[in-house]
């Protein structure tokens, strides 16, 4: 045996080497293939500020992910500000989530589950699609992840240096995103699911949670009025079964919108072997009794906590504020995939010929959902319409619906354009006023782009699209990604007469 397990651990290594390489090249394609979409676009500008603007964030109200805007500023300053650029910080954050899975999975489910796992983790189109885009949950994951393996070692080792490392890795991860708070709760239970096991630790546990709240404070000082308040975050409520099924097919399938049975089938059925069938082989459950069941079940115990208490305490604030979207959650991921390897491992004990075939089927899921998306324009193409418009030549006048997309269009313009803000709808301005604030904005222009892209968020009722075609003709209509482009003349219709007949 002790010969054996050196030859074991050099071909685990090797294994982990390939799937980083792997992992690497699948980030790398087509990274910058889709346009930047608001957001990425945001992130840019906010670390495009000076340093001094940058930490008045960490303690400002309302601002999320003030650690991620500070390291992209360093990183834009070595690398530039280019879609592949930036972009490049979250690859990196995503090839290192490989490795990091393969030393949590070690921990729960042993060298050949974690090694499948770290598979998975490499060819997952989620966290492939959040590694090549140019926000902080890439980085949210990695933080996660050591924080989640630093804490799993404290409650071994019990050292000081672990359980501070702990504190401060915690710490950062609240201030990369606001909703990494939710992996709290399932740190403070996974003590009680795996007691005796870490009862050493029970002092140092107590200390550090005790401790924890403080770098939480500055956030709770606005988050926690700001919950109580009727404030509306624009996102739609989700009743719990339904934020189970977006986050299924979103972690399984990303974005492709594909809803076959037989792709999601197979992740089903080894997410139930692996909550329900998993034990762990030590030994005790010969012994009987309840104890020993609960031995051999603790780590399908853990990571189904690891995967669902963050799941139901963010349902648990949606109640009084919706704000569920899946990327918010991508810290549970991990718990996923190790469960989808636990259920993998039920099946080498129980029908070992259908592991083979269940591996093939993911694998070619994740890469075909990988080839659709690296080969589809998924994200609103402001890229191709900066181009057009700039090519083009023709308009005076340039208006966003919504507006926040002219700092997405200037982006890939480069250059001056004069722009003018539509009229905001949707809080129930009637179609006289929109005419008079539309009247107002393109006042001595006689030829208007309207570039509309989730138009539905600024003018569901389509109004200011209305008192276009009503009041100009239409030149010219292109549509792109999620981004449509018009060119109005607003000229009478005499006029217009006269300069087509010139």
């Not at 360093?74 to 690859?91: A, K, P």
């Not at 051999?296 to 669902?308: D, G, Q």
């Not at 006289?432 to 001595?444: C, K, L």
Request: with cysteine; glycine share 6%.
């Amino acid at each position: 045996m002790v010969s054996v397990w050196p030859g074991r651990m050099k071909v685990a290594r090797v294994t982990l080497l390939v799937l980083v390489v792997l992992a690497f090249a699948l980030r790398l394609y087509h990274l910058d293939y889709q346009s930047l979409w608001r957001d990425e676009v945001d992130a840019i500008l906010f670390a495009g500020r000076d340093l001094s603007g940058l930490l008045t964030l960490f303690v400002k109200p309302g601002h999320n992910g003030p650690l991620y805007y500070l390291i992209l500023h360093f990183w834009i300053g070595v690398v530039g500000d280019s879609e592949f650029s930036v972009r490049f910080l979250s690859l990196t954050c995503g090839v290192l989530a490989v490795p990091l899975m393969f030393r949590l999975g070690r921990r729960w489910v042993g060298q050949r589950g974690a090694l499948v796992a770290a598979f998975l983790c490499a060819t997952s189109p989620y966290l492939i699609w959040y590694s090549q885009e140019g926000k902080m949950y890439a980085l949210l994951l990695f933080f996660s992840m050591v924080s989640t393996y630093v804490y799993l070692l404290a409650l071994e080792r019990n050292r000081i240096y672990l359980w501070v490392s702990y504190l401060v890795l915690t710490a950062a991860s609240m201030y990369v995103h606001l909703l990494a708070v939710l992996l709290i709760p399932f740190h403070f239970l996974l003590f009680f699911v795996t007691w005796p096991r870490y009862r050493h630790a029970l002092k140092s546990w107590l200390a550090t949670f005790a401790i924890l709240a403080l770098p939480y404070v500055p956030l709770a000082r606005w988050q926690v009025p700001l919950l109580l308040s009727p404030f509306s975050t624009g996102h739609q409520f989700y009743a719990l079964h339904e934020m189970l099924t977006v986050l299924l097919f979103a972690f399984s399938l990303n974005v492709v919108p594909y809803r076959g049975l037989l792709p999601i089938a197979v992740f089903v059925f080894l997410l139930l072997a692996g909550l329900l069938l998993y034990k762990r082989n030590n030994g005790s459950a010969e012994a009987g009794g309840l104890g020993p069941i609960l031995e051999t079940r603790r780590e399908s115990i853990s990571l189904s906590s690891y995967l669902f208490v963050p799941i139901i305490c963010l349902f648990v604030i949606s109640l009084g504020m919706p704000i569920f979207t899946d990327r918010y959650l991508i810290t549970v991921v991990p718990a996923y995939l190790l469960l989808l390897s636990c259920g993998l491992l039920v099946l080498k004990q129980r029908f070992a010929p259908l592991v083979l075939v269940c591996l093939a089927s993911l694998l070619v899921s994740n890469l075909y959902m990988v080839s659709v998306q690296g080969h589809t324009k998924i994200k609103s193409d402001f890229r191709s319409a900066a181009e057009y418009v700039r090519d083009d030549g023709r308009g005076d006048l340039i208006m966003f619906l919504i507006p926040h997309g002219r700092r997405v269009f200037g982006y890939y313009y480069q250059g001056r354009f004069r722009w003018a803000e539509p009229p905001y709808t949707n809080g129930g301005m009637g179609a006289e006023e929109v005419a008079q604030a539309m009247e107002e904005a393109t006042a001595e222009h006689q030829e208007v782009w309207l570039i509309a892209s989730e138009a539905e968020l600024w003018d569901s009722r389509g109004l200011v699209k209305d008192w276009f075609d009503i009041n100009g003709a239409l030149l010219d209509h292109h549509s792109f990604a999620r981004v449509d482009v018009y060119l109005y003349s607003l000229e009478s219709g005499e006029a217009l007469l006269r300069r087509e007949i010139c």
